[in-house]
Nanobody, 126 residues
Framework: FRLVESGGGLVQPGGSLSLSCAAS????????VGWFRQAPGKEREGVSC????????HFADSVKGRFTISRDKTKNTVYLQMNSLKPEDTAVYYC????????????????????WGQGTQVTVSS
């Protein structure tokens, strides 16, 4: 089961980016998914997640109201739409998935996830 992120890049403060996470070797249909990020010198932190069965979502306070998470089952892909970006959003962004639990709720606790992508760099700077 492989996850591949794309869509990162350089954007000015206040701008938007849409990250994609494509799965191969399995279907994301019944997996809970999460987005995490890691800034230089900092621990990896949870940003957003979506439950496996009913697409319940959760967001970290730092991104609430600015980021949205969605899933396209026909494309086996999860998205993170990031609006009103700030310099402090600069980080490598990772998607993750798990088939263990998280059926009707989700978590941005790192150990809950079994599969990880390689990450995509997001830089917010003028």
């Amino acid at each position: 089961f492989r996850l591949v992120e794309s869509g990162g890049g350089l954007v000015q403060p206040g701008g938007s980016l849409s990250l994609s996470c494509a799965a191969s070797g399995g279907t994301l249909d019944r997996y809970a998914v999460g987005w995490f990020r890691q800034a230089p010198g900092k621990e990896r932190e949870g940003v957003s997640c979506m439950s496996a069965y009913d697409d319940t979502t959760h967001f970290a306070d730092s991104v609430k109201g600015r980021f949205t998470i969605s899933r396209d089952k026909t494309k086996n892909t999860v998205y993170l739409q990031m609006n009103s970006l700030k310099p402090e959003d600069t980080a490598v962004y990772y998607c993750a998935a798990t088939g263990r639990g998280l059926h009707y709720y989700c978590s941005i606790w790192r150990p809950a996830y079994d599969y990880w992508g390689q990450g995509t760099q997001v830089t917010v700077s003028s």
